[in-house]
């Protein structure tokens, strides 16, 4: 084991910069990054071992014991569970005697929950040995227990592809793109490079200029002016990086795995325009390892677009060089916040940092760096070839060019939609085929919660802003159970838990929602929990904190009726059930106690 | 030589130098924010909260935030003192706090904070999370059930050539600190006394050495925390 892992550290440089990618390669190689591998790993790249630690244990698909030879990661969020993730868990369950959390004796499989893997729409999903199965039922948990069984290898048992590049020989996916709706900016005719040629024709301060006249902002859900960003970072001076923001982990998120499978040329186009504009010469796709099974292809463009003289040395004979590398994350939704993603890049856990300095100042590596998504990126091609005008005509005043968004849950259907900023709500629904809507989750878990008497407000940064979530959830759900207590589960893990109040108050939150759920609230719980969300609202470093309240803030707010249901309208009431309190006493004894009620 | 920017803290007007953080700022106008994580001329950690403070009517954390010209900072109104001894409970309820039997009990800022925001009974529901002892190395005890997170020790305590003896293992609800146990062994009396020092609560314990200083002559026992910073210039 230990010239293996020698052997990895090594391929790597004995760079501890590259501790994710070590990380994963022994993670992979052996199943786990073991006690003894982690003293390895120390030794070689001579940090100390509660450092490789610290990195380790961050990201949750890294694992100190080792994983079966199967193991299944099966997405727990919302959306899967609203499409039957509880009855495809029993059944693996079943098939293989143990519970999630554990690993069967032979070591054959284990099972896991994970957060949403970006399959909203063709849930409940699960990822087996970095492949992935979508659509799940009782009988497709049989077909893939008894392929585990007569040993095959994991992308064996995949024996459908799904449409457009998922059936690629280097992708082999049953995955589907969904697309249902395409627009000018994304999915419309693209020639390779078209961007690129005209933009290297161009000072990079036109550049520039031109993406702020297109007045493109940034597509993860924050909204910053691209052109800002990039003019902030093109003042400082020395070496500088582009890094692109591919971790979509908000729950209800799926549109960059389709544009990756789709679009990966026009994202790296996008990526060296971003290089030349700012004047950087390495660039990263940091991609969340969810979607790991892209590896091959998103590389083999890579080396096509080298090939094509668009990345590389002298690009296009303009004396200008961009190299660009893939990252991996490992499984922290925190990640997906840009100075999270940086640390991440460097090896470390996914923090977020303190601001000032901004990444713009001192970002990956302390240099410069602009971090953008991949639909921006996208989109910054596009700009180049078509004009900033042309671009800045599209959408709303505020919201230039259009969005791509990820329609999942209670719909006819689901999948990828590019529509043009402005829309209301209602015309989203009509367009997805959603009746009997109870809310709609705009921007995932940290978004708004939407009543009906909402439903014609718009999809554009002055209103709703989204970084493409949009989560249909129909009048048949518990609003309270089945969506806000999944929600703060989901915060209270994610949470890096550097911030004193994200940490605590999402499991504060989280237990409150469970105390109404189980019906022990008081309508006094339902104002603290409102002030509480405050607190933590303004009293965090990053996004996450900033907006893990929100399941509870805006249902409380939108829906207080199901809580007013739920709760009791009085100053005190006990949690505390005698009999639940005595249960295993008296099934010891044989007999039950008198209870003066 | 350094510029100097004015600013106000509270209506008060205060002088500092470009690129200081509010809180040291403060302190040299003789007005204490309260800290946890934050120590002067260490790269700030951001992550107590406690500072928090209005920046032209923004919540900043002030440990992290420089100061500038003609900035206007609000330290002291309902709301911050709220937030503050919000922030307390939450630690008091996340961790488990035995003040009575604690060897820092009287040099803990943590208490003293408890007592400055007059802290009764939590608003907070207790965890009561198990949190295991570390007494594996030789100089050290890692109390855990007092950690707070608050990065000192993981900042500032190095082995000779600089690598961390102390990390963060885990995230969110699973986080703890971590002790190295190689590289613990190599500590020094005076490191594992400093690690013990600068601890503002009681994870950090060198062995050996508990409950030194008797009741009346500790740190907070006659004056309150942050007494000497308003002290400075009265």
Redesign the interface.
């Known amino acids: 084991m230990k010239e293996k892992i020698i052997s990895i550290v090594e391929s790597y440089g004995k760079d501890a910069y590259r501790l994710m990618d070590i990380l994963s390669c022994v993670q992979s190689e052996f199943g786990c990054v073991s006690v003894e591998a982690v003293g390895v790993i120390a030794e070689q790249l001579?940090?100390?071992?509660?450092?490789v630690?610290?990195t380790r244990?961050?990201y949750h698909f890294y694992t100190c014991r080792p994983v079966g030879k199967y193991a299944v990661y099966l997405n727990n969020s919302v959306v899967s569970c609203m499409m039957g993730m509880a009855d495809v868990a029993d059944e693996f369950e079943k098939q293989l005697g143990i519970s999630f959390g554990e690993s069967t004796p032979d070591a054959l499989a284990s099972l896991h929950y994970t957060a949403c893997i970006g399959m909203s729409d063709q849930e409940p999903a699960a990822i087996i040995n970095d492949v992935v199965f979508t659509s799940l039922t009782r009988d497709k948990v049989k077909n893939i227990i008894a392929g585990m069984r007569a040993g095959k290898a994991v992308a064996e048992m995949v024996t459908e592809y799904g449409d457009g590049n998922n059936a690629n020989p280097l992708i082999k996916a049953m995955v589907k793109n969904n697309i249902k709706k395409t627009g000018p900016v994304i999915f419309d005719a693209h020639q390779t490079g078209a961007g690129l040629a005209k933009a290297l024709g161009m000072e990079p301060k036109s550049v520039i200029g031109e993406i702020k006249e297109s007045n493109l902002r940034g597509r993860g859900g924050a909204g910053f002016p691209t052109g800002l960003k990039w003019d902030f970072c093109s003042r400082e001076s020395g070496d500088k990086y582009v890094l692109c923001n591919a971790d979509e982990g908000e729950p209800g998120t799926f549109k960059d795995r389709v544009l990756m499978t789709e679009r990966s040329e026009m994202l790296f186009e996008g990526m060296a325009i971003g290089g030349y504009a700012i004047g950087a010469k390495e660039g990263i796709l940091y991609v969340r390892k969810e979607y790991k099974y892209l590896k091959a292809f998103l590389e083999n463009t890579l080396k096509e677009m080298y090939g094509k003289n668009l990345l590389g040395k002298n690009i296009l004979g303009k004396g200008i060089d961009f190299d660009i590398r893939i990252q991996f994350g490992a499984g922290?939704y925190?990640c997906g916040e840009e100075s999270g993603l940086i640390e991440s890049c460097e090896g470390k856990?996914g923090e977020p940092r303190?601001?000032?300095p901004f990444p713009a100042q001192k970002g990956y590596k302390s240099k410069p760096s602009i971090v953008n998504n991949v639909e921006t990126f996208c989109s910054v091609a596009r700009i180049l070839d078509k004009g900033g005008a042309w671009h800045n005509a599209l959408g709303t005043k505020e919201s230039s060019g259009t969005k791509v968004i990820s329609v999942s849950g209670d719909c006819k259907a689901p999948g990828i939609y590019e529509i043009q900023w402005g829309m209301s709500i209602q015309e989203m629904l009509d367009m997805v085929g959603a009746e009997d809507v109870q809310a709609v989750q705009v921007a995932g878990p940290s978004g708004i919660c939407l009543p009906p008497s909402q439903f014609d407000r718009k999809i554009a940064l002055e209103d709703l802003p989204t970084g493409g979530s949009m989560i249909v959830i129909g009048k048949k759900r518990d609003l309270i159970k089945d969506v806000v207590l999944n929600f703060m589960d989901f915060f209270?893990?994610?949470?890096?838990?550097?911030?004193?109040?994200c940490?605590?108050?999402?499991?504060?939150l989280k237990?409150a929602i469970e105390k109404v759920v189980e019906g022990n609230a008081i309508k006094k719980d339902l104002e603290?929990m409102l002030a509480?969300s405050e607190?933590l609202r303004?009293?965090?470093?990053c996004g996450l904190g900033q907006t893990s309240s929100n399941p509870v803030a805006t249902t409380i707010s939108n829906f207080r009726e199901l809580y007013d249901a739920r709760v009791h309208d009085q100053d005190y009431h006990s949690e505390f059930d005698m009999h639940k309190a005595v249960l295993e006493s008296c099934e010891v004894v044989g007999r039950e106690p008198k209870v003066h009620e | 030589m350094s510029e100097t920017v004015k600013f106000t803290i509270d209506g008060k007007e205060c002088a500092g130098t470009k690129g200081q953080c509010i809180v040291d700022a403060a302190t040299d106008n003789g007005i204490y924010i309260p800290v946890l994580c934050h120590m002067r001329d260490v790269v700030?950690?951001?992550?107590?909260?406690?500072c928090?403070v209005n920046v032209n009517g923004r919540?900043m954390?002030a440990c992290?935030t420089?100061v500038e010209d003609g900035m206007v900072v609000e330290n002291n109104t309902p709301e911050l003192t709220d937030?503050r001894k919000?922030?307390v409970e939450?630690?008091f309820?996340?961790g488990n706090h035995f003040c009575p039997a604690c060897e820092k009990s009287g040099n803990c800022d943590l208490q003293g904070l408890g007592y400055k925001y007059q802290m009764m009974v939590p608003?907070?529901?207790y965890?009561f999370e198990r949190r295991d002892i570390d007494a594996t190395t030789p100089k050290i005890y890692l109390e855990r059930n007092r950690c707070?997170?608050c990065?000192r020790c993981v900042r500032m305590i190095k082995?000779s050539?600089g690598?961390?003896?102390?990390?963060?293992?885990?995230?969110?609800?699973?986080?703890q600190i971590?002790?190295?146990?190689?590289?613990a062994a190599t500590m020094s009396d005076e490191l594992a006394q400093k690690a013990m020092d600068i601890c503002p609560v009681g994870c950090i314990l060198k062995k050996e050495v508990g409950f030194k200083d008797p009741i009346g002559s500790r740190k907070y026992d006659k004056k309150p925390i942050g007494s000497d910073i308003e002290n400075i210039h009265q």
């Open positions: 001579h940090i100390s071992e509660v450092d630690i610290q244990s961050f922290a925190v856990r303190n601001r000032p209270a893990d994610e949470s890096c838990g550097s911030c004193v109040t940490r605590s108050f999402n499991m504060i237990k603290n509480w607190i303004k009293t965090t470093r | 700030p950690a951001g992550s107590c909260r406690i928090t919540k954390a992290t420089p937030i919000a922030i939450m630690l309820v996340e608003r907070f529901p965890a707070i997170f990065k082995d050539e690598r961390s003896i102390f990390a963060f293992k885990g995230r969110g609800k699973t986080l971590n002790i190295d146990r190689k590289l």
